[in-house]
Nanobody, 126 residues
Framework: QVQLVESGGGLVQAGGSLRLSCVGS????????MGWFRQAPGKEREFIAG????????HYADSVKGRFTISRDNAKNTVYLQMNSLKPEDTAVYYC???????????????????WGQGTQVTVSS
């Protein structure tokens, strides 16, 4: 089955930008909706952004709407998360995940995703 590897995290100042990448190997997620989640220390994992298999529809958590953009390139088996105007509260480990079920339907629930990457750390300083 496909394995997911996130990259692009790091330390940035508030107001800065980062672009996260999620690359699949050992298989393809071209026929799956995909999502980005994040988890801060002591907090539950939360949904950030989702994208359908064709990229025709996206959905964002209110906390990141207007600042983050999810996109995908199925030919490269890659999903991206462009993060602008970063805030200290964005500090977390960010995970990409492959959604199960209907590929044209998005979900904010972790249980609807069956494959997860190891995560990449994003730290935003003030």
């Amino acid at each position: 089955q496909v394995q997911l590897v996130e990259s692009g995290g790091g330390l940035v100042q508030a107001g800065g930008s980062l672009r996260l990448s999620c690359v699949g190997s050992g298989g393809s997620f071209s026929y799956h909706a995909m999502g980005w989640f994040r988890q801060a220390p002591g907090k539950e994992r939360e949904f950030i952004a989702g994208i359908t298999w064709t990229g025709d529809n996206t959905h964002y958590a209110d906390s990141v709407k207007g600042r983050f953009t999810i996109s995908r390139d199925n030919a490269k088996n890659t999903v991206y998360l462009q993060m602008n105007s970063l805030k200290p509260e964005d500090t977390a480990v960010y995970y990409c995940a492959r959604k199960t079920g209907r590929r044209d339907v998005l979900s904010i629930w972790s249980d609807d995703y069956d494959t997860w990457g190891q995560g990449t750390q994003v730290t935003v300083s003030s």
